[in-house]
C-alpha cells in the first residue's frame, strides 16, 4: 500500500509517499481501508519538530474508512465492512491504516466519511472546549481566533449553538464572511481586538478567549478578559507562546489560563464516545455545517500542510487516498 511519512523533520518538502507493506491487526486493533484523512494543524508541528515525534513515523492521526480486518476482541459495531471513524491513529495519511478499536468509534446513519473524518479531531476539539474547558452559558461573549479555520468555524458554530455570542477574528474578507455564515455576531481584524471586543462588551471584556493562534494573540487576549474571564490557549498556529508571570493574572482580574488537550478530555472509552456522539449526531441532523475547505490526492499532502501553514485554507482539508 502507499503511506505519507516523515523520515526527517523540517518543511513541507520532508513529506514522502512510499510503498509499504500492508498493516496487519493485533489483538484489539483494526485495519481500515481509509477514505478520508484529516489534516490537521498538529500533523505540520509533528513534522517540523514542535511536537517530537522521532522519525520515520507515518504522517496523520485523523480519518475514516471502512474496516476490512480485526484482531481478536474487537466487538461487532466495529466489524469488517462497518464506516468508522478516530481521531488518534499515526499514519492515516495512506490507503490502510492500522486503528486501536479503543480509538475507533462506528459512524452513525446519515454521516458520510469525509464528514466524520472532517469532524473526529477539530470537531471533538471545539466540543470539550466550549462545553468543559470553559461551559459557554447563554448570553456569554467570547472571542473565537481563526474563526474560519477547521477547529474555528465549528467552535463559531458550537459557541451559537449553546446561546453564546462569537466576537471572531479572522484575516481576510473572505474568512470574515464565513465566520459571520456560521453565526459569528462580530468579525473583528486581529489588530486591536482586544479593544474591540471590550467596546462590544460595553466595557466588561468577554467570559472566555479560545486561541489557537498562540504566540501572535495569546498577551493581547488576557486584555480582552473580563474578571475572572478564562483564556483557552489550544495551539499556536502563530508559534508558541513565551512563558508567562502568573502574577499578571492578579493584576488582569484574576483571570484564569488553561492549556488544554484533546487527549485529556478524551481519557475514558464514555469520554470519548460521549463527545463523538454528540458531534457525529449534530452532522447527522443538520445542526452543524461542516465545510471541507479543501481536498487532496495522497501525492497531495505536502501542499495540504503549505496551505494549512501559509493561512490559504478554511474549514477542513482532507487527503483522499482512494483519489
Ligand atoms: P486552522 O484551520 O485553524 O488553521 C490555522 C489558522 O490559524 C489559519 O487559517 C489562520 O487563520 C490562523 N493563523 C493565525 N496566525 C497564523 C500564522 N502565523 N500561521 C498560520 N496560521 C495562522 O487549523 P486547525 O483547525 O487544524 O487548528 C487550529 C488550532 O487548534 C491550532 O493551533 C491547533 O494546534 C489547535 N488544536 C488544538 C487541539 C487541542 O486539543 N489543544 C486539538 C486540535 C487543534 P486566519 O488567516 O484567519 O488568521
Keep these: 500500500m502507499r503511506a505519507a511519512s516523515v523520515q526527517r523533520t523540517g518543511g513541507p518538502e520532508v513529506l514522502e509517499v512510499r510503498d509499504v507493506p500492508d498493516p496487519h491487526p493485533g489483538p484489539g486493533q483494526l485495519v481500515v481501508e481509509v477514505d478520508a484523512a484529516g489534516v490537521n494543524f498538529i500533523d505540520t508541528y509533528q513534522r517540523s519538530g514542535v511536537y517530537p515525534v522521532q522519525p520515520p513515523f507515518g504522517v496523520g492521526l485523523e480519518g475514516a474508512g471502512r474496516v476490512v480486518e ?28 492500522l486503528v486501536e478499536a479503543a480509538e475507533a468509534v462506528p459512524v452513525p446513519d446519515g454521516v458520510d466519511a469525509e464528514t466524520a473524518a472532517a469532524l473526529m479531531l477539530q470537531g471533538l476539539t471545539a466540543q470539550y472546549l466550549c462545553s468543559a474547558t470553559y461551559a459557554v452559558r447563554p448570553g456569554d461573549a467570547v472571542v ?7 477547529v474555528g468555524l465549528l467552535l463559531t458554530q458550537m459557541v ?29 481584524a486581529y489588530e486591536g481586538f482586544a479593544a474591540r471586543a471590550r467596546e462590544l462588551t460595553d466595557g466588561e471584556g468577554v467570559a472566555a478567549v479560545f486561541d489557537g493562534v498562540g504566540r501572535a494573540t495569546f498577551a493581547e487576549g488576557l486584555d480582552a478578559l473580563r474578571p475572572r474571564g478564562v483564556m483557552v490557549l489550544f495551539g499556536g498556529a502563530s508559534g508558541q507562546v513565551e512563558p508567562l508571570d502568573v502574577q499578571d493574572l492578579n493584576a488582569k482580574g484574576s483571570l484564569y489560563v488553561t492549556r488544554p488537550s484533546l487527549a485529556a478530555y478524551t481519557r475514558t472509552r464514555a469520554e470519548l464516545e460521549e463527545r463523538a456522539e454528540q458531534v457525529l449526531g449534530w452532522a447527522a441532523t443538520g445542526a452543524l455545517d461542516v465545510r471541507v475547505g479543501g481536498r487532496y490526492d ?3 499532502v505536502a501542499r495540504a500542510h503549505e496551505d494549512l501553514e501559509a493561512r490559504r485554507t478554511t474549514g477542513k482539508l482532507l487527503v483522499l487516498p482512494g483519489g
Excluded at 480485526?70 to 465492512?81: F, K, M, R
Excluded at 473565537?144 to 477547521?150: I, L, P, Q, R, S
Excluded at 481576510?172 to 473583528?188: F, N, Q, W, Y
Design 70 to 97: 480485526v484482531g481478536d476482541g474487537v466487538g461487532e459495531d466495529l466489524g469488517p465492512g462497518r464506516l468508522v471513524a478516530w481521531k488518534q491513529a499515526p499514519g492515516s495519511c495512506a490507503e490502510r491504516v
Design 298 to 300: 495522497l501525492d497531495d
Design 160 to 188: 451559537v449553538l449553546r446561546g453564546g455570542r462569537v466576537l471572531a477574528t479572522t484575516s481576510t474578507p473572505e474568512k470574515a464572511e464565513l465566520a459571520r455564515a456560521a453565526g459569528a455576531d462580530e468579525v473583528l
Design 144 to 150: 473565537v481566533h481563526a474563526a474560519a479555520g477547521g
